[in-house]
């Protein structure tokens, strides 16, 4: 595909996922948040993908992977992307009833990683697939803590993905990460929380 053909169908491609996520989802995550006030969402603004990174990552699965333009929007996970923050007493059943909602609401369950027994990034990040249009979209559950950890060291995250594994500031920016997330706690039982995995 020529570059100017392959923009424009990334372009139709990323007003088509900003619709899916103005008109379907977002209403529906209020909705699923209205039904809890002891959590809620945070991060909203940062709801959607910004432009730039989402041509860039078709752009790597097109490139590098092999793919069609339209199986690379399929692939990315975070086009969409939502966080719900809980209190530490109320996380772990606070995960589940909002793991529950979202199954009520018809979406699919495509994924769920716990990164709580890691050392540099702690949470749960799940992703979703909404039936029909197929559009996936991830949901991140955090404590204030852990979100704080994750948002602090988002600048050292992003220089990870770019630089090459045997650069000498990678160590550091692990140690970095391994030294914020060691200050965050564990909720009660959230390392009992299941994986799993969906074709």
Known sequence: ??????????????????????????PAMRRIEAEDPERHLAGLKNRLKGKDRLTEKVNEAVDERGRNVYEALGMIKDAIRYTFCYPDDRYTEGVYADCQRLDQWGFERVDRISSWPAEEYKGINTRWRIPGSGQLFEVQFHTQASLDAKEETHWAYEQLRTLPEDDVKVGELHAYQRQRGSKVSIPSDALGIPGYKFR
């Open 1 to 26: 595909m020529e570059a100017a053909n392959r923009q424009y169908a990334i372009d139709q491609g990323y007003e088509r996922i900003r619709e899916i996520e103005e008109k379907t989802l977002t």
